[in-house]
């Protein structure tokens, strides 16, 4: 049934050919500065919905051509200036668009697409917080992860710096989405051990949802989502390059980077080549510790065509890390200082290839997206062992999804739309059997509607998912045998102690309802109360067997966590200073925990480790200020708290402790041979975590210091960026609380002095 429903699918954009009415819509203007008219040369004008773009000429002037009738959004961004986001509604030929820039020494909004509807973020009634390209480039580490938690509210459980997962207030693993320009990424996310596979190089930005998402994303949104943007086509009729090198002394560590994009009137391609490779770190002590190394190759490729009637693009991602994993045999046998992978690490290989797609039916907009997913996992041991080649699994996903946009009102916008994932996970013969092979298939409609209200911006949504997961008999870390059954069986005696067979179906109804109140041009305010839903996956349902040095026993009888969260946020803004505060409640319905329990393990070290099920709630809060008080300094603050607690009092694993971050920056517009130079002074306090989970242990606090510069010059005719720093300046041997080598006695890593050197040609 769904091959033919996709056929149907695919075929739109067909029909859409045959249909549309070709024009030459244009829209055309002059950007100047607010304060004293003068034109701004330089200028990026940008169309989110058709990844078309432009650059002001040395007068100001730009013009964008080729462009459909209906609403567009179009963000005017400037290097130290306000950005400015308009909604544009294409009727004629020709559309006059002036603008005025203010500068502005604070962090701007940025255009979001992750909440249903491209808008500017003080009129999106979901809060998403934005890395942009500026601020990724100034973040020089190795660890993704460590990027993402410069985010209030945001945290990261770490093995090393390869082996992240992100925390959103409180919640990680299946309980969040990982979206790859907008596809859902699965790589066998389910343990901290498993990091996604996100390759940010290059990327344009990215957007981060805190709190549930599940009304656009489905089930594991209820703890949010961090959507990884791809950097934006080359403006038009141009070719652009880029080139980059960083080096950290802490693991000597090298990324490279190399993009190259072009685009004509209608067409634009890109490709973008990584490299990273690291020796173990060390860490306060200057110890080394032990098989944290890692290497990691990538490739992106992209393709897309641009018309009056629509944008059509195809995107192709590889990724292939080797990650050292920390256990005891590796402790005894890995030497120190070596940068290749030899004993105990995850091979792994991600292909993904995505089609996205939007056309433009007069006043009605459709997007047709789809992708495939190959991913395999290997855990690679000892070669001198029996079996060098302990784990060998493969997972295919394809996802599907559609929307329609209805023609917009002067104070509304509403959409339907579907999406649908078909998953495979097959063992290749290796010894060990972490998950079982299966089948998992997902299907959901859902609406959204966006009105205003006077002064108010209120954004409605309903969704309906299924799920259906499918586990032939087979043993437990054994091979497949005998035929398929068509039920869970219900009884224990009906079914063999170490086999495993499951058939589950989940069916969920989620709503959320959203709010943003203009109650001055600086001041808003944003409430939201949203449901979310996570069915158990496949690791939960089925485990029987050792995981590291654990013994973990799965639980096919788990009913799907659902959840009600509500949040309110304020937001103030002027020119020189802005304040985010924000405080969230999120009761969760039969939470889904790993435990330690009575049963002594016959593998592994200590007692059986066991799926469950709780109630529990999460709650907390985060407040960032930024403040200019005169033209060359700017002062940041941030601080963000969450607590998770179960009905029996007991505490939630992967409770990040209670966080203030404090920045002072000292920056200037710079000279004609060096520009925006910078100086960036950080201290970060992470507070006692005195509220461990059944199987964790207290942690102390700890303080660290930073330390950044950088600045932007011309090297002939190449524009050049030169940045570097220091992090954990004084070389402070600390354990963070999600540090998942802390139960091994290791330390985070010490004193790290980075550089990277960058050029854009």
Same mark, same amino acid.
């Given at each position: 049934?769904?091959?033919?429903?996709?056929?149907?699918?695919?075929?739109?954009?067909?029909?859409?050919?045959?249909?549309?009415?070709?024009?030459?819509?244009?829209?055309?203007?002059?950007?100047?500065?607010?304060?004293?008219?003068?034109?701004?040369?330089?200028?990026?004008?940008?169309?989110?919905?058709?990844?078309?773009?432009?650059?002001?000429?040395?007068?100001?002037?730009?013009?964008?051509?080729?462009?459909?009738?209906?609403?567009?959004?179009?963000?005017?961004?400037?290097?130290?200036?306000?950005?400015?986001?308009?909604?544009?509604?294409?009727?004629?030929?020709?559309?006059?668009?002036?603008?005025?820039?203010?500068?502005?020494?604070?962090?701007?909004?940025?255009?979001?697409?992750?909440?249903?509807?491209?808008?500017?973020?003080?009129?999106?009634?979901?809060?998403?917080?934005?890395?942009?390209?500026?601020?990724?480039?100034?973040?020089?580490?190795?660890?993704?992860?460590?990027?993402?938690?410069?985010?209030?509210?945001?945290?990261?459980?770490?093995?090393?710096?390869?082996?992240?997962?992100?925390?959103?207030?409180?919640?990680?693993?299946?309980?969040?989405?990982?979206?790859?320009?907008?596809?859902?990424?699965?790589?066998?996310?389910?343990?901290?051990?498993?990091?996604?596979?996100?390759?940010?190089?290059?990327?344009?930005?990215?957007?981060?949802?805190?709190?549930?998402?599940?009304?656009?994303?489905?089930?594991?949104?209820?703890?949010?989502?961090?959507?990884?943007?791809?950097?934006?086509?080359?403006?038009?009729?141009?070719?652009?390059?880029?080139?980059?090198?960083?080096?950290?002394?802490?693991?000597?560590?090298?990324?490279?980077?190399?993009?190259?994009?072009?685009?004509?009137?209608?067409?634009?391609?890109?490709?973008?080549?990584?490299?990273?490779?690291?020796?173990?770190?060390?860490?306060?002590?200057? @110890?080394?510790?032990?098989? #944290?190394?890692?290497?990691?190759?990538? !490739?992106?490729?992209?393709? *897309?065509?641009?018309? /009056? =009637?629509?944008?059509?693009?195809?995107?192709?991602?590889?990724?292939?890390?080797?990650?050292?994993?920390?256990?005891?045999?590796?402790?005894?046998?890995?030497?120190?200082?070596?940068?290749?992978?030899?004993?105990?690490?995850?091979?792994?290989?991600?292909?993904?290839?995505?089609?996205?797609?939007?056309?433009?039916?007069?006043?009605?907009?459709?997007?047709?997206?789809?992708?495939?997913?190959?991913?395999?996992?290997?855990?690679?041991?000892?070669?001198?062992?029996?079996?060098?080649?302990?784990? @060998?699994?493969?997972?295919? #996903?394809?996802?599907?999804?559609?929307? !329609?946009?209805?023609?917009? *009102?002067?104070?509304? /916008? =509403?959409?339907?739309?579907?999406?649908?994932?078909?998953?495979?996970?097959?063992?290749?013969?290796?010894?060990?059997?972490?998950?079982?092979?299966?089948?998992?298939?997902?299907?959901?409609?859902?609406?959204?509607?966006?009105?205003?209200?006077?002064?108010?911006?209120?954004?409605?949504?309903?969704?309906?998912?299924?799920?259906?997961?499918?586990?032939?008999?087979?043993?437990?870390?054994?091979?497949?045998?005998?035929?398929?059954?068509?039920?869970?069986?219900?009884?224990?005696?009906?079914?063999?102690?170490?086999?495993?067979?499951?058939?589950?179906?989940?069916?969920? !109804?989620?709503?959320?309802? *959203?709010?943003?109140?203009?109650?001055?041009?600086?001041?808003?305010?944003?409430?939201?109360?949203?449901?979310?839903?996570?069915?158990?996956?496949?690791?939960?349902?089925?485990?029987?067997?050792?995981?590291?040095?654990?013994?973990?026993?799965?639980?096919?009888?788990?009913?799907?966590?659902?959840?009600?969260?509500?949040?309110?946020?304020?937001?103030?803004?002027?020119?020189?200073?802005?304040?985010?505060?924000?405080?969230?409640?999120?009761?969760?319905?039969?939470?889904?925990?790993?435990?330690?329990?009575?049963?002594?393990?016959?593998?592994?070290?200590?007692?059986?480790?066991?799926?469950?099920?709780?109630?529990?709630?999460?709650?907390?809060?985060?407040?960032?200020?930024?403040?200019?008080?005169?033209?060359?300094?700017?002062?940041?603050?941030?601080?963000?708290?969450?607590?998770?607690?179960?009905?029996?009092?007991?505490?939630?694993?992967?409770?990040?402790?209670?966080?203030?971050?404090?920045?002072?920056?000292?920056?200037?517009?710079?000279?004609?041979?060096?520009?925006?130079?910078?100086?960036?002074?950080?201290?970060?306090?992470?507070?006692?975590?005195?509220?461990?989970?059944?199987?964790?242990?207290?942690?102390?606090?700890?303080?660290?210091?930073?330390?950044?510069?950088?600045?932007?010059?011309?090297?002939?005719?190449?524009?050049?960026?030169?940045?570097?720093?220091?992090?954990?300046?004084?070389?402070?041997?600390?354990?963070?609380?999600?540090?998942?080598?802390?139960?091994?006695?290791?330390?985070?890593?010490?004193?790290?002095?980075?550089?990277?050197?960058?050029?854009?040609?």
């Amino acid at each position: 049934m769904i091959r033919y429903f996709l056929a149907v699918l695919l075929l739109l954009p067909l029909y859409a050919f045959s249909s549309v009415e070709l024009s030459n819509n244009k829209v055309s203007g002059i950007v100047k500065d607010q304060k004293d008219g003068t034109p701004l040369p330089g200028v990026s004008i940008f169309l989110p919905e058709l990844q078309k773009g432009a650059v002001s000429n040395s007068d100001g002037t730009y013009v964008l051509e080729h462009l459909p009738q209906g609403k567009l959004t179009v963000q005017f961004s400037f290097v130290g200036y306000e950005s400015i986001i308009k909604t544009i509604n294409i009727q004629s030929e020709n559309t006059q668009l002036n603008v005025d820039l203010e500068f502005t020494s604070v962090t701007t909004q940025d255009i979001v697409v992750s909440g249903g509807f491209p808008s500017a973020q003080h009129e999106n009634s979901i809060k998403i917080s934005v890395l942009n390209k500026e601020k990724l480039e100034q973040l020089v580490s190795p660890s993704l992860g460590e990027k993402l938690s410069s985010i209030p509210g945001v945290d990261v459980i770490s093995r090393s710096p390869a082996v992240s997962t992100p925390v959103i207030r409180g919640l990680s693993l299946n309980n969040i989405i990982f979206l790859n320009n907008g596809v859902r990424l699965e790589n066998f996310q389910f343990s901290t051990d498993h990091p996604f596979l996100a390759n940010e190089q290059g990327a344009d930005h990215i957007e981060v949802i805190k709190g549930p998402a599940s009304l656009l994303y489905g089930s594991d949104a209820m703890g949010g989502v961090i959507n990884i943007l791809r950097e934006k086509p080359a403006p038009a009729n141009s070719v652009q390059a880029d080139v980059s090198s960083e080096f950290h002394s802490v693991s000597s560590g090298w990324n490279h980077n190399f993009g190259v994009k072009g685009t004509s009137n209608s067409l634009f391609w890109m490709l973008r080549a990584t490299k990273q490779s690291h020796r173990d770190y060390k860490d306060g002590k200057g @110890d080394f510790t032990p098989n #944290t190394r890692f290497n990691s190759e990538g !490739l992106q490729l992209g393709l *897309g065509l641009i018309k /009056e =009637f629509g944008s059509f693009k195809l995107y192709y991602d590889y990724l292939q890390p080797k990650l050292g994993m920390i256990n005891d045999e590796a402790i005894e046998v890995v030497r120190e200082g070596n940068r290749k992978n030899h004993y105990w690490f995850q091979d792994l290989t991600q292909h993904l290839v995505s089609s996205r797609n939007r056309l433009f039916l007069g006043n009605y907009k459709l997007e047709v997206n789809a992708a495939y997913q190959f991913n395999n996992r290997q855990l690679k041991g000892n070669p001198n062992s029996t079996y060098f080649r302990l784990v @060998d699994m493969d997972l295919e #996903t394809f996802t599907y999804d559609s929307k !329609l946009y209805f023609p917009a *009102g002067e104070s509304s /916008e =509403f959409l339907m739309g579907i999406q649908g994932m078909h998953q495979s996970n097959k063992n290749q013969g290796a010894p060990n059997r972490i998950i079982p092979d299966a089948k998992i298939d997902d299907f959901s409609l859902f609406s959204l509607l966006k009105k205003k209200f006077g002064k108010a911006d209120i954004q409605l949504g309903v969704r309906y998912d299924h799920r259906s997961l499918y586990v032939p008999e087979q043993e437990a870390g054994g091979h497949s045998h005998g035929e398929p059954e068509n039920e869970l069986h219900e009884e224990e005696g009906e079914h063999e102690e170490e086999m495993v067979h499951i058939n589950r179906k989940f069916d969920n !109804l989620n709503a959320s309802l *959203g709010a943003t109140f203009h109650l001055s041009e600086s001041l808003l305010m944003r409430t939201n109360f949203a449901t979310g839903y996570r069915a158990p996956n496949l690791a939960e349902l089925s485990q029987h067997g050792l995981h590291g040095n654990r013994f973990e026993e799965g639980n096919a009888y788990l009913d799907a966590q659902k959840s009600f969260e509500t949040d309110l946020g304020l937001h103030y803004h002027t020119s020189n200073h802005n304040i985010d505060f924000s405080l969230f409640y999120n009761k969760v319905y039969d939470f889904i925990y790993l435990a330690p329990t009575d049963e002594p393990a016959t593998e592994g070290d200590g007692f059986v480790y066991a799926y469950d099920q709780q109630d529990a709630k999460l709650y907390g809060g985060e407040i960032a200020i930024n403040v200019v008080p005169v033209d060359y300094l700017k002062v940041h603050s941030d601080y963000s708290m969450v607590i998770g607690k179960q009905d029996d009092n007991g505490r939630l694993p992967f409770i990040p402790q209670h966080k203030l971050n404090t920045s002072i920056e000292l920056f200037g517009k710079g000279k004609k041979q060096f520009k925006n130079p910078f100086i960036k002074f950080e201290w970060k306090y992470a507070l006692d975590q005195n509220h461990p989970a059944q199987f964790e242990t207290k942690t102390a606090a700890y303080h660290l210091f930073n330390i950044h510069t950088g600045t932007s010059f011309k090297l002939g005719s190449c524009n050049a960026k030169l940045l570097a720093g220091v992090s954990n300046l004084f070389d402070k041997t600390y354990t963070d609380h999600l540090s998942s080598i802390k139960p091994l006695g290791f330390y985070n890593p010490g004193r790290n002095v980075n550089v990277k050197l960058s050029f854009n040609l």
